[in-house]
């Protein structure tokens, strides 16, 4: 298995219908070089940067710092794309979920999740995810493949979108906070995530900095230290079990990276230290991994590492093989590690009502049928037996 790509080889078309080009999701360098390929100074590209990702601007005749022939050459050779917006769906807790449909056809989801001063973008990185995590419904998804850059910043520049925040107030933004904890494994696709994420930490455009962008990994070890280092933006782990014997049933890629190797790489994270800790995810899964001698052996396992645990109520999808432990099993398990000196809040599910929540992204609401069982059963063999090859 390749660390970095594990998802088919996708090439989406360079340009539209008419032959233009998308400017979204290209590096200030890339950027620049456009420019010089149309026979327009180097510096048009730091103009174009601010109309893009400050102002959030989609057609270059508003560009007015650009004079009138720049703005037609611009609109002659390019466009800013964004996604179709396919469903806008509002939770009663105002959480929103957007279902995104991309130039090939392909869909993916992002959620909007608002507090009293800030909110928090959950941004997908794949199109389903290569591994099977067996709590988890994108992993009974079929058909995998990468997003690109361009498809991964447009989710948070769409979301600015919808929230009217062009541009962005310096303070209580609703946008202000991203994880990248929707669909997919950041770290099989860590290229386009790491251009996309520099992109949206370039403080003269999106600028929401590294403090405020948590990426979770299911545990590509491999990977962690070079994210850290580049991106250096807080990392979650998902670690869900403290015992190679139930984590190998439970997420698959602990086959590759067991226990022993993803905790020697949560020590090497760069940049942490008592402040900058680690956010270790742990999901409740009744009669599995929530008694109070899992809650011991997870303060064991963390020895060492500074962390802080967030216990996730596991969110129970039509056919999941788990249910969610009781709100008392969850409060016992919490109180351990909080004696033990670790914070450890228990997430809020929110936007249930319009299935947004961790795990379930674009996963039907309906009953399962025993054939469409079977055939989750078989996605799920095929993966595993292309994880374990
Ligand atoms: N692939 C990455 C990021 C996406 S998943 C990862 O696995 O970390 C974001 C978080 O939601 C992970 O901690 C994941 O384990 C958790 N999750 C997945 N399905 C869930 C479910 N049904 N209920 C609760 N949490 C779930
Ligand atoms: Fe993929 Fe993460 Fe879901 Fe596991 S939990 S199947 S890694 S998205």
Not at 125 to 145: D, E, K, N
Not at 262 to 276: D, T, V
Request: charged share 25%; proline share 5%; hydrophobic share 40%.
């Amino acid at each position: 298995m390749s660390a970095s790509n594990h998802a088919s080889a996708f090439v989406l078309p360079a340009t539209d219908a008419d032959g233009r080009k998308n400017l979204v999701g290209l590096s200030r360098e890339e950027l620049e070089a456009e420019m010089l390929s149309i026979g327009l100074e180097k510096f048009r590209a730091r103009q174009l940067w601010h109309w893009l990702y400050h102002r959030g601007s989609t057609d270059f005749a508003e560009m007015t710092t650009l004079a009138k022939p720049v703005r037609e050459k611009l609109a002659d050779a390019y466009i800013v794309a964004r996604p179709t917006v396919v469903k806008d769906l509002k939770s009663a807790d105002g959480t929103r979920k957007w279902l995104l449909r991309m130039p090939d056809g392909q869909e993916v989801e992002s959620v909007h999740i608002p507090e009293e001063d800030r909110g928090t973008l959950c941004v997908s990185s794949q199109v389903g995810c290569t591994l099977t995590c067996r709590f988890c419904h994108t992993g009974t998804q079929r058909l995998v493949r990468n997003l690109d850059s361009a498809e991964i910043v447009a989710q948070v520049m769409l979301a600015r979108d919808m929230l009217g925040e062009w541009p962005a107030p310096p303070d209580g933004r609703m946008l202000s906070n991203i994880v990248m904890m929707g669909m997919g494994e950041p770290l099989f696709n860590y290229d386009n995530v790491a251009k996309a994420l520099k992109i949206v930490m370039d403080g003269d455009g999106i600028s929401i900095s590294k403090r405020r962008i948590t990426l979770s990994t299911s545990g590509v070890v491999p990977m962690m230290e070079r994210c850290g280092q580049e991106l250096n933006v807080n990392l979650a782990v998902s670690l869900h079990a403290v015992t190679d014997e139930l984590r190998d049933i439970i997420m698959p890629i602990n086959r590759k990276y067991p226990l022993r190797e993803l905790m020697e790489a949560c020590r090497n994270y760069p940049g942490l230290s008592n402040a900058r800790r680690i956010t270790f995810e742990y999901v409740m899964l009744k009669g599995i991994n929530d008694t109070p001698a899992d809650a011991r052996a997870l303060v064991k396992l963390l020895e060492g590492v500074p962390a802080k645990i967030n216990l996730i109520p596991f969110n129970e999808w039509p056919g999941a093989p788990y249910e969610r432990s009781t709100a008392k099993a969850i409060q016992v398990f919490g109180d351990i590690v909080n004696n033990a000196g670790y914070a450890s809040p228990v997430r809020t599910p929110r936007g249930e009502d319009i299935m947004a929540a961790c795990g379930q992204l674009k996963s039907a609401s309906l009953r399962l049928t025993a054939a469409e069982r079977a055939a989750i059963a078989n996605v799920i063999a095929e993966k595993d037996a292309a994880l374990a090859s």
